[in-house]
T-cell receptor, first 115, second 111 residues
Framework: KAGVTQTPRYLIKTRGQQVTLSCSPI?????VSWYQQTPGQGLQFLFE???????NKGNFPGRFSGRQFSNSRSEMNVSTLELGDSALYLC??????????????FGPGTRLLVL | DAKTTQPPSMDCAEGRAANLPCNHS???????VYWYRQIHSQGPQYIIH???NNETNEMASLIITEDRKSSTLILPHATLRDTAVYYC????????????FGKGTHLIIQP
């Protein structure tokens, strides 16, 4: 079974631009979570989607948004990019068959550099 | 507030067992102990999890003390590829909030 895939793997943007990152979960997984990893803050939870609905959200500004499609694929968008948004963005999927949190499996990440 | 405490770094000789400790003295009865690792610049990799019984899979063993206030992840025969940052996370079953990662333990396997 294929793992979580993320595209693109690397991205360079300039301040003020916006960016969209994509995540395809493991086949059959319905929950997708997004995380940001920076050297200073470590791994931080952004938000989680299940059945096309955002179920939970971390402590990030509204410039960070996401959505999930009916096939469980997810996208996250960052608008008005700032230098501090340079980070590794990770997507994780889980089965979530019974409404309980289950083991999350991570993708390789998208490395975003904001100049 | 950090729910887990791990040493910042550890060394282990290749071929020996690597024992990574984790303290979680405030763990609740319905919280599981999860271990992930992250090899440089890759996404975190799930290793193992447990509630109160010891667990073993093809990657590692997890030993949880009887009072559940601490646990040890054991990699039985460490290889150079096991060099990574290892995260110990406590997590309640249910809910939809994300994983809370601490700083983890940087395990360095020495040849």
């Amino acid at each position: 079974k294929a793992g979580v895939t993320q595209t693109p793997r690397y991205l360079i943007k300039t301040r003020g631009q916006q960016v969209t990152l994509s995540c395809s979960p493991i086949s059959g997984h319905r929950s997708v979570s997004w995380y940001q990893q920076t050297p200073g803050q470590g791994l931080q939870f952004l938000f989680e989607y299940f059945s096309e609905t955002q179920r939970n959200k971390g402590n990030f500004p509204g410039r960070f948004s996401g959505r999930q499609f009916s096939n469980s694929r997810s996208e996250m968008n960052v608008s008005t990019l700032e230098l501090g948004d340079s980070a590794l963005y990770l997507c994780a999927s889980s089965l979530d068959g019974g409404g309980y949190w289950e083991t999350q499996y991570f993708g390789p990440g998208t490395r975003l550099l904001v100049l | 507030d950090a729910k887990t405490t791990q040493p910042p770094s550890m060394d282990c000789a290749e071929g020996r067992a690597a024992n990574l400790p984790c303290n979680h003295s405030t763990i609740s009865g319905n919280e599981y102990v999860y271990w992930y690792r992250q090899i440089h610049s890759q996404g975190p990799q799930y290793i193992i999890h447990g509630l109160k019984n010891n667990e073993t899979n093809e990657m590692a063993s997890l030993i949880i003390t009887e009072d559940r206030k601490s646990s040890t992840l054991i990699l039985p025969h460490a290889t150079l590829r096991d060099t990574a940052v290892y995260y110990c996370i406590v997590r309640v079953e249910g809910g939809a909030d994300g994983l809370t990662f601490g700083k983890g333990t940087h395990l360095i396997i020495q040849p």
